[in-house]
Structure formats: structure tokens, C-alpha cells
């Protein structure tokens, strides 16, 4: 079994930066593509980031490119994501999801396996 634990958020002014981490416990060599998810007050859960067991795919929806930096480090199981230039719109619960095999869409939430719990991300104006 594995198990996603979600570490970083918080409140932050507009323009300002946080890291989110992400680390894998139990079976996280199981673990493949690893992603990043978020979801505001009365909407969807929304992909955000995504990055390949190689690192050698990333994927971000086009609201984030450029401010928004995914990465990981397999040796500590842990996954970040580096939020710069952050904005109000950016305000919602981000969760880290893992997936146990190769994914056809990294940007689809239905395809991942585990969840971690969420940690919220409050941008002020």
C-alpha cells in the first residue's frame, strides 16, 4: 500500500512563492507518474502538474507554465512543486496523486491510484 503525504501550503501575498512537497510511504517504488491536482470551493479537481517516473516528462495545464515548476527526487520518494508568481485564481486545496503503472494521459484524474490528503493554498490579493 502506499501513501501520499502532502507538506507546504499556506496563505502567501499575491506575486509571492511556496513548495508544496509530496513524500511516498509503504510501497513507493510502486509508485510511476506522480501529479499534482487542485481544487477551489465549488468547482472540479483541476490537473495541474505532472511528471514521469524518468523525469523525463512534464506536463503542466497552461494556467501554470511558466510560474509552476514540478520535479522529484526517486531516491527520497518525494515529489515538489515550486509555485512562483503565485495568484488569487491560484487560491484552492492541491493534492499530490501517484499512479501505480504508465499512464496514457498524465492529465487525467481517474487514471491515478493513490491520493494524498491535501494541503491548502490561500493566495491573497
Known amino acids: 500500500q502506499v501513501r501520499l503525504v502532502e507538506s507546504g501550503g499556506g496563505l502567501v501575498q499575491a506575486g509571492g512563492s511556496l513548495r508544496l512537497s509530496c513524500a511516498a510511504n509503504?510501497?513507493?517504488?510502486?509508485?510511476?507518474?506522480m501529479g499534482w491536482f487542485r481544487q477551489a470551493p465549488g468547482k472540479e479537481r483541476d490537473f495541474v502538474a505532472a511528471?514521469?517516473?524518468?523525469?523525463?516528462?512534464?506536463d503542466y495545464t497552461d494556467s501554470v507554465r511558466g510560474r509552476f515548476t514540478i520535479s522529484r527526487v526517486n531516491a527520497k520518494n518525494t515529489v515538489y512543486l515550486q509555485m512562483n508568481s503565485l495568484k488569487p485564481e491560484d487560491t484552492a486545496v492541491y493534492y499530490c496523486?501517484?499512479?501505480?503503472?504508465?499512464?496514457?494521459?498524465?492529465?487525467?484524474?481517474?487514471?491515478?491510484?493513490?491520493w494524498g490528503q491535501g494541503t491548502q493554498v490561500t493566495v491573497s490579493s
Open positions: 496523486a501517484g499512479s501505480a503503472s504508465v499512464l496514457r494521459s498524465m492529465r487525467s484524474a481517474h487514471e491515478y491510484d493513490y
Open positions: 509503504g510501497r513507493s517504488s510502486s509508485v510511476y507518474t
Open positions: 511528471i514521469s517516473w524518468g523525469v523525463t516528462k512534464t
